[in-house]
Nanobody, 122 residues
Framework: QVQLVESGGRLVQAGGSLRLSCAAS????????LGWFRQSPGKEREFVAA???????TISPSVEGRFTIPRDNAKNTVTLQMNSLRPEDTTIYYC????????????????WGQGTLVAAAS
């Protein structure tokens, strides 16, 4: 059974840094596109970043220059490195994996994690 498990979410001071990790199990994800989305209750899902099998990344303009998305194919993990956190970054972050593509809507993504809460306090 395929599983994506996020970790690393917690409360930090605005301006601080946080690293989220997503561990994939159940199959090898080296050929998959991996990504991160975020969503608050009652609001639409928001694309954050994605990385393909070759390491090419797509970063949302709202976090570009602050967030990066390295992946480790040997460990079946993808990380979201978040720097210069702002209060508006506070929400639940979800890991995503798809065998073909991850669009900015997130529609049709093969696998989702359960989410991890990030809070940046001002």
């Amino acid at each position: 059974q395929v599983q994506l498990v996020e970790s690393g979410g917690r409360l930090v001071q605005a301006g601080g840094s946080l690293r989220l990790s997503c561990a994939a199990s159940g199959r090898t994800f080296s050929s998959y596109v991996l990504g991160w989305f975020r969503q608050s209750p009652g609001k639409e899902r928001e694309f954050v970043a994605a990385v393909n099998w070759g390491g090419a990344t797509t970063i949302s303009p709202s976090v570009e220059g602050r967030f990066t998305i390295p992946r480790d194919n040997a460990k079946n993990t993808v990380t979201l490195q978040m720097n210069s956190l702002r209060p508006e970054d506070t929400t639940i972050y979800y890991c995503a994996a798809d065998g073909v593509v991850i669009t900015t809507t997130g529609n049709g993504v093969d696998h989702w994690g359960q989410g991890t809460l990030v809070a940046a306090a001002s």
